[in-house]
């Protein structure tokens, strides 16, 4: 019933403007559906109840002027002729108001124009055929129903006094009345509105499924987003591992050949003995990096340079290299790992001993790699004391993020902090198959 009677408008103050002026809600009026814009569906609706208007004027107008025009009664066909016009032009603008209107003043009008308010013909029934399939697609549901209901016991009296159905009435027992005609009547009107409800039900299905196939492109694309981003953080981090490694370790190898330079004279060329194939390496390291993003295509190219454990005694040697003393545990047989351990372990012990060289004072450091239940444990450290920033290598550098960020990746745990022998420590725990 809620359907049918809508509820009141209520009558409380509200806001009307962005003046702060108050005032009472209007009700809407009654005909307001009618001055939106004739656009989309709607303009259709207007042309197609134009064209069928004229079609059947132009017919009716024509047909009149015959002597032999049956039935006599001619009116009645102009009065459905301008209902169905009605019923067509809004049956999607305004399917309720159109659905109250037809219903209830077509017959009212109908039943003036004929003799006693008998169904001229079954043509006649075309516009309340319109509203009750147009109500049902706009999901008129309840009204819909009961408008069908009355309409289905309306027409079957109609149809019992109509004289065209009368004449195929031979009951005994109702020899004015015949039922077969008001039960097709009833049964057209109520298929009407099964097959408008069915499609209301398709329209519903098609607009979610639209609805979910643009969430799915938006969240394809945020993926899309997502993808692209992982990839240049990846990109970056392994950038800094590769280039920050030998070139702090250049950095530093410099900065002490010029300091000993006057009480060592051959420093100097020594160090630049050391940083020219350092600087090679480097290059051959960013190179690897670069081949690995231009042959992205290539299914036979690698992923990207993964060093793994194997790796381990060649960044040591470099950083001693470099001046600082390394104390290295390593296990004789480096226990098996994935690939992505393997480069989370390496890259981590390089970036905890670049730090180590450009950020503390200390002049050795520990590395240890073990193996515990199933996990991998490396742990750096040195026992300080920190070393005030240099220009160019100060504090707030990416170092510590990559390393936490490859240690998530794998699973596993980071904790940087102060150590027990005074400095700084490293302490890196992955599992050993990803």
């Known amino acids: 019933m809620a ?20 005032g009472r809600r209007r009700r809407p009026h009654p005909v307001r559906f009618l001055r939106a814009e004739a656009s989309g569906p709607y303009r259709r609706d207007y042309v197609l109840a134009l064209v069928v208007g004229l ?5 009716l107008a024509v047909v009149e002027k015959w002597d032999y025009w049956m039935p006599v009664h001619v009116g009645t066909y102009w009065c459905a002729l301008w209902w169905t016009v009605l019923a067509l032009a809004l049956r999607r603008r305004a399917p309720r108001l159109d659905l109250w209107l037809v219903a209830i003043g077509y017959p009212v009008v109908y039943s003036t124009v004929t003799d006693g308010g008998r169904l001229q013909s079954t043509l006649h029934l075309v516009p309340l055929l319109i509203v009750v399939f147009a109500g049902a697609r706009a999901a ?36 004015q009345f015949d039922l077969s005609a008001g039960v097709v009547v009833g049964a057209a009107i109520v298929a009407t509105a099964a097959v408008g409800h069915v499609l209301h039900r398709l329209d519903v299905t098609t607009s979610t ?21 992982d990839e240049r953080t990846r990109i970056a981090r392994e950038l800094h591992d590769v280039v920050a490694h030998y070139v702090s ?10 300091r000993v330079a006057d009480a060592q004279p051959d420093a100097p060329r ?9 600087g090679r390496e480097a290059l051959d390291a960013m190179r690897s990096v670069v081949r690995v993003l231009r042959t992205a295509d290539d299914e036979t190219a690698p992923l990207d340079p993964t060093p793994d454990l194997h790796a381990l005694p060649q960044v040591v040697a470099r950083v001693r290299a470099a001046g600082l003393r390394v104390e290295a545990e390593l296990p004789d047989e480096l226990p098996p790992c994935s690939p992505a351990v393997g480069l989370a372990v390496v890259r981590v012990a390089q970036e905890a001993l670049t730090n180590v060289l450009v950020h503390s004072a200390a002049v050795s450091a520990t590395l240890r790699l073990s193996s515990h239940d199933g996990s991998l444990v490396l742990d750096v450290q040195d026992p300080g004391p920190p070393r005030p920033p240099a220009p160019g290598t100060g504090a707030g550098g990416n170092g510590v993020p990559h390393m936490r960020e490859r240690a998530a990746a794998c699973g596993g745990t980071l904790l940087v902090g102060p150590g027990d022998r005074g400095g700084w420590r490293v302490l890196l725990v992955v599992p050993e198959a990803v």
């Open 209 to 229: 499924l639209a609805q979910r196939n643009a969430e799915l492109l938006a969240l394809q694309e945020v993926h899309a987003q997502e993808a692209v981003r």
């Open 55 to 59: 079609v059947a004027v132009t017919t």
């Open 140 to 175: 008129v549901h309840r009204i819909a129903v009961v408008l069908a209901i009355g309409l289905v016991s309306g027409f079957v009296l109609l149809a019992g006094l109509s004289g065209a159905f009368r004449e195929t009435s031979r009951l005994r027992w109702s020899p």
């Open 3 to 22: 359907a049918l009677f809508p509820a009141r408008a209520s009558t409380a103050p509200v806001v009307d403007d962005a003046a702060g002026r108050t």
């Open 249 to 258: 370790a250049i950095v530093v190898r410099a900065q002490a050949a010029d």
């Open 270 to 278: 020594e160090a630049v003995r050391w940083i020219a194939p350092a």
